[in-house]
């Protein structure tokens, strides 16, 4: 029996002398596949870093540059949100009350609605103008009647792009009427509208009659964390690195 025990003890060794070499390599394989991965992520978030930094520059300017012209329906197809949101436009026509939609909105003077109002122009095309908040008990526009503007007008404001669906966590219905956010597509259908501009208009802070609703609210904000997180995948690379570094020293220069 002890010479069974000791001849299979020897073949365990030599088997396991056979698979570390294997096991070894693989390991070195995968954690050289994990430092490349981890430092590609990293020079890819410096890149977003790069492009988000140019982003908020152009929008910083387009934002504070004297109003243009809104594009009618020759120059929409080319328009994009990287080169267009948020520039400063200007535009004439009548308001389509009786067509307006509420968005649900949640701002700096709580929570109620954007007033989404068609505005025609003598041009024949319609663009959707966010006139600006009201409260939830102004939802009715009878309770607003004198911000009701009949005529022409004109309105000046920031170019956005449509909002499609809804939000993450709430679809838009337009059969029930509940918008949760401004999809220029859906809200033209559920209106009945033609010859829609492919963005709306943020109206800016120019006083409606009787107060309401309150435009210029817009806020101008990105989400630019990629430093923080080039910094991270590039640390996790280097402490794979070192880990790495530090098996294969003890593996082949330990005394």
């Known amino acids: 029996m002890p010479e069974l025990t000791k001849a299979q003890n020897k073949r365990d060794l030599e088997k396991n002398e056979r698979e570390t070499p294997r096991r070894f390599l693989v390991f070195v394989l995968f954690s050289v596949l994990g430092i490349v991965v981890l430092s590609a992520l990293g020079v890819w978030q410096v890149e977003r870093r790069t492009w988000k930094l140019a982003l908020i520059d152009r929008v ?148 409606n009659p009787g107060g309401l609703p309150i435009g210029g609210l817009t806020v101008v904000s990105f989400y630019n964390h990629h430093l923080l997180y080039a910094l991270t995948w590039f640390a996790l690379a280097l402490m794979l690195a070192l880990a790495l570094a530090r098996v294969v020293r003890e593996r082949y220069f330990r005394k």
């Open 60 to 207: 910083d300017h387009r934002i504070h540059a004297a109003p243009v012209a809104a594009p009618g329906p020759d120059a929409w197809p080319p328009i994009n949100r990287d080169d267009d949101e948020y520039r400063r436009v200007k535009i004439s026509g009548r308001f389509a009350n009786d067509r307006e939609t509420l968005v649900d909105a949640t701002t700096e003077r709580g929570m109620g609605f954007w007033v989404m109002t068609p505005l025609t122009t003598p041009e024949g095309f319609t663009v959707l103008v966010n006139r600006g908040f009201v409260p939830v008990d102004r939802r009715d526009p009878a309770t607003r009647a004198t911000g009701q503007i009949d005529g022409v007008t004109r309105v000046s404001g920031l170019m956005r792009m449509t909002e499609p669906k809804g939000t993450l966590l709430r679809a838009n219905d337009p059969d029930a009427d509940r918008w949760y956010s401004r999809d220029i597509a859906a809200i033209a259908k559920a209106r009945g509208l033609n010859r829609v501009a492919p963005y709306f208009i943020d109206a800016d802070a120019t006083a």
